[in-house]
């Protein structure tokens, strides 16, 4: 399956296809997800999403959730069912094409590397079990369910180990892409 995936990317690399895909990751990144944040905290600092935590205690996202307020919880998890699941799917396929551009680029055909392009399906699918984890939380909520705070710390400790890894995937692609003068391997 994985095969697949990895040649369905290369078939679909496009550079204006990459392009756009940047311009929905800036605006998702860079305007919609920190008005999303503002608007969730309201004046009260300290309130992040969940989804932004790392290595929280069971408290700790408790206490969070509880500082959301009513307004807030209703408010975060219809992004979480919105929001939060178009963003995975743009950055799943920027990344996935963005990659396979530079990996076209930066490796042969017959590279192992090569394979490596579907990295960003880890990150969107340990995103999506992250969301559906916060929004039952969320309405789940007076209820604390230590089991399911700690799932989440797992859930978004593995997410961000494959967006890193991720990203890693890009500035190999790039160096090599360059070393290659940008010129497709055969």
């Given at each position: 399956m994985?095969?697949n995936?990895?040649?369905r990317?290369y078939?679909?690399?496009?550079?204006?296809?990459?392009?756009?895909?940047?311009?929905?990751?800036?605006?998702?990144?860079?305007?919609?997800?920190?008005?999303?944040?503002?608007?969730?905290?309201?004046?009260?600092?300290?309130v992040?999403?969940?989804?932004?935590?790392?290595?929280?205690?069971?408290e700790?996202t408790?206490?969070?959730?509880?500082?959301?307020?009513?307004?807030g919880r209703i408010f975060?998890?219809?992004?979480e069912?919105?929001?939060d699941?178009?963003?995975?799917?743009?950055?799943?396929?920027?990344?996935?094409?963005?990659?396979?551009?530079?990996f076209?680029?930066?490796?042969?055909?017959?590279?192992?590397?090569?394979?490596y392009?579907?990295?960003?399906?880890?990150?969107?699918f340990?995103?999506?079990l992250?969301?559906?984890?916060?929004?039952?939380?969320?309405?789940?909520?007076?209820?604390?369910?230590?089991?399911?705070?700690w799932?989440?710390?797992?859930?978004?400790?593995v997410?961000?180990?494959?967006?890193?890894?991720?990203?890693?995937?890009?500035?190999?692609?790039?160096?090599?892409?360059?070393?290659?003068?940008?010129?497709?391997?055969?």
């Open positions: 994985l095969n995936v990895s040649e990317f078939k679909w690399t496009k550079g204006w296809l990459v392009l756009i895909l940047l311009v929905l990751d800036v605006f998702f990144s860079g305007f919609l997800l920190p008005l999303v944040q503002g608007i969730m905290q309201d004046g009260r600092g300290g992040q999403p969940l989804d932004l935590m790392l290595f929280a205690t069971p700790k408790y206490a969070v959730i509880e500082r959301y307020g009513e307004f975060y998890r219809n992004v069912l919105t929001v699941i178009i963003y995975p799917i743009v950055y799943l396929f920027f990344f996935g094409l963005l990659i396979s551009w530079l076209q680029r930066g490796f042969t055909s017959t590279s192992p590397m090569r394979k392009n579907v990295m960003p399906l880890g990150a969107w340990f995103d999506l992250e969301n559906i984890n916060i929004v039952t939380m969320l309405s789940m909520y007076p209820a604390k369910p230590v089991a399911l705070a799932l989440l710390m797992a859930l978004s400790t997410k961000w180990a494959f967006a890193g890894a991720s990203v890693m995937l890009m500035l190999v692609g790039l160096v090599m892409a360059i070393k290659n003068g940008f010129k497709k391997q055969n």
